[in-house]
């Protein structure tokens, strides 16, 4: 199982990243697929969740209406798109698959003007 994250980087307040993650070593189409994000100091936090369809998505209450997850399962690829962003959304993000448990490398997103 192989996941590398994408698409981080420096934003201002109120501006827009779009995180990739590319999946590999598996049936990308059978598996559900999440985000987390960890600050500096804190614990490691579900941002958004998607099934293994595409059908069902969950966000955490902190990003909702801000964020969205999606999937492109002829790409092996889930994203993360990150509208809005604030200074507390500065975190290394994380793609994960569920069952298999596994983890990306993460990607840094720092938001500061």
């Known amino acids: 199982v192989q996941l590398v994250e994408s698409g981080g980087g420096l934003a201002q307040p109120g501006g827009s990243l779009r995180l990739s993650c590319a999946a590999s070593g598996f049936t990308f189409s059978g598996y559900g697929m999440r985000w987390y994000r960890q600050a500096p100091g804190k614990e490691r936090e579900l941002v958004a969740a998607?099934?293994?369809?595409?059908?069902?998505?969950n966000y955490a209450d902190s990003v909702k209406g801000r964020f969205t997850i999606s999937r492109d399962n002829a790409k092996n690829t889930v994203y993360l798109q990150m509208n809005s962003l604030k200074p507390e959304d500065t975190a290394v993000y994380y793609c994960?698959?569920?069952?298999?448990?596994?983890w990306g490398q993460g990607t840094q997103v720092t938001v500061s003007s």
């Open positions: 998607i099934t293994s369809n595409g059908v069902v998505t």
């Open positions: 994960y698959v569920t069952l298999l448990g596994s």
